[in-house]
């Protein structure tokens, strides 16, 4: 798989539209760069959006299998691919984890390998090459083209329970990757900071600073973590974009319930409350009341959909916001630190506030309860969650009667564990 990966840049790069939440990293794309321009510096800008696009696409796939193989969902898809990720059956033969690009929904090995492979391969490019040979500025193309190469890098750490990069023969634990994303991260921050003040600049220190706070508490260094997510401004958001333009834009994570009916909105994540208050954070509609049918692809399981967020093909997925930072925060901070970080946000939205004991374990518990639904559908976190502090899975049938199986971590494919032997 990697041999493949490493010549994408050999070939032609296919790209699609790509941006974010906010004008200053919105870009325009051609489809196609030919080969031949790869080298070629005045198509800098270009090689550095086809970046943001590779990530966006592997980010959707991400979204969608990690919901799935987690708690978020009930799998009920009468599709044996859809099926198997629903019941956590995902062998390291499986085709889909190894395979799935960005015209399918399940899987996402392929896209983020590209992903941080393109990254790693046009931020060299873009290192080599001066302003003058590229005509632009590029310092703002190496900065935002380092930040997502961390990102992918942090995906295929915190997902995946082992890792090959190109072709090194060591195999990664989650754990060396996690050490590599850190890296990256450092690398992107330095680039970031060396940009002149703006708006761009502000909007890439908030992205990398929450993406190294992530990366800092999962590797256990919570004083980094707390510190990293204290430089996030207030009120931020970044999402990744989607489109209708072409299906691999498309918000996998909306086709894949809504449209197709692959899976429900497991029940413990319908009408959840604060005390009595409703919870406006995972807002959760039986399907006919919002014109979609009542029963998902099996004909058996009542469709539930999340009406707040991945709403349509084209909805933006978030990817890493300030009410993410604050609960890093309050996962590395503890105590009532941690409590008081929780009841300002409920203040925001009109929730009771938190008012039971501060010791380790029941703060651990409700910083992750408020994780789950502050990130419900987004990112990967509740799987990364899950793995982080070995929450039990669910065991035994699902609604239909299917074992649940073994796979919690998504498995490194058996292709690529075998090919540096």
Known sequence: MTKLISRLLGAALVVAAAGACSDVLDVELPGRIPSELLDDPTTAPTLAASVVADFECAYANYVNSTATLSDQFLGASGNLTAKNWGTRQIPDNDTSNEQTGCLGFYGAYTPLQ?????????????????????????????????????????????????????????????????????????????????????????????????GRARVRLGRGNLTGAAADAALVTPGWEFNVTRSVDAQTRWNDAWYAMAELGNSSVAPEFRNLTVGAVADPRVQVAAGPTVGLPEFAFDGVTKLFVVTNKNTSRSAPMRLASYVEAQLIRAEALGGAAAAGIINARRTQLNLPEYTGPTDAASIRTLVLEERNRELFMEGGHRLNDLLRYDIPWKVGNDQNGVPYGSTTCMPLPANERLGGT
């Open 114 to 210: 590209t992903a941080r492979f393109q990254a790693d391969g046009i931020l060299t490019r873009l290192t080599a090459w001066t302003d003058a040979d590229a005509k632009t500025a590029l310092a703002p193309l190496r900065a935002r083209v380092a930040t997502f190469g961390a990102y992918a890098y942090t995906l295929l750490g915190e997902g995946f329970c082992a890792m090959r990069f190109d072709e090194d023969p060591e195999i990664l634990t989650p754990a060396e990757v996690l050490a590599v994303a850190e890296q990256k991260f450092d690398a992107a921050l330095t680039l970031v900071n060396g940009l002149p003040a703006g708006d761009l600049k502000a909007e890439l220190l908030n992205l990398a600073s929450v």
